[in-house]
């Protein structure tokens, strides 16, 4: 494993994930009106605080610790941490990974528990696989698992591959070839993916001729911004990556200036390029600038260090001031809500 590729890609995912959340729901033509350009945190007080995207990539880190390469009981561990997840009152909770959890408390099996939808919640969580696993079909296998933990949908699936595949590549290749990572992606997704691996395919020759990735985004439909359907979000975060594959700063503004689905999005891109520059190679104010509580930033260093190593002891979580800081969460993302009501439109 790579100690550097493991850091930047958990810290890439929450600064990316930091910096788009006050974006997300908000048009592209709207969001620099209301909020300004995506240079600094604009959440609380010049501060960044994470979501679920980043939430969901330490919950994979702390299970990948614990299940040593087993993949069951990697799927075992995650859907623990998930039950208790849902129970902690998270805002802005995708329906799909919901009712997943839901059905978890249930007492549905973790291989059953999935709801058919082609959400990216999924791909969120996915990059970590990439920065942390080095066999491909042990890798595969456990982006299976977690993918249909929450979404049953082989759509959800192929998503999150193509994105673990890409901090893979990010992380072992100095240049990245394009066409290289697209063949893996093809092979791990099968002809079922073909769709899929068309749409990459757009996103290769769109970055090659120079196009931004906003221009990519209107021209798959979505000049309002980018939705939560995971053939909208992969193509167009691809492209933002392959665009600038060592331009932390680049990559991830690029992409929360498409608008919609912006922390999810800018979660997946910071992810991506993360593994490949390492924390280095993140702004370090961006880093310094996030405010969070029991996940703090020294805490994911210390969730890097221990998947690094071949320690099998994850660390934990006060689930008391998990509940705590969602509350206060919940505060600020309705201040945000009711922000929006007001112009500019």
Known sequence: ????????????????????????????????QLLGPPDRYRFFFGRGMISDDTEHTCMVAQSLIEANGDVDLFA?????????????LPAGVGKATARAGFKLWLG???????VFSAGNGPA??????????????????????SSRLTHSDPKAEYGAIAVALAARHAREHESVDANLWLCEVADAV?????ELTDLLRQSIDSAAADETTKSFAVSLGLSKGVTGYTYHTVPVAIHAWLSHPKDYRQAVTSIIECGGDADTTAAIVGGIVGAGVGEAGIPSRWIDGIREYPRSVNWMRILSERLASSDTKAPTINPIAVLCRNLLFLLIVLFHGFRRLAPPY
Request: charged share 25%; aromatic share 6%; net charge positive.
């Open 1 to 32: 494993m790579s100690r550097d590729a493991i850091i930047g890609c958990i810290l890439g995912t929450a600064v990316g994930d930091a910096l788009g959340l006050p974006y997300e729901g908000v048009s592209a033509n709207r969001a620099p």
């Open 108 to 114: 549905v099996r973790p291989r059953s528990a999935g």
């Open 76 to 88: 075992r561990r995650f859907a623990s941490r998930l039950r208790w997840w849902i129970l902690a």
């Open 190 to 194: 099968g002809e079922d993916g073909a």
């Open 124 to 145: 969120m969580r996915a990059a970590i696989f990439g920065a942390a696993i080095d066999g491909l079909p042990d890798m595969l296998e456990l982006v299976r698992a």
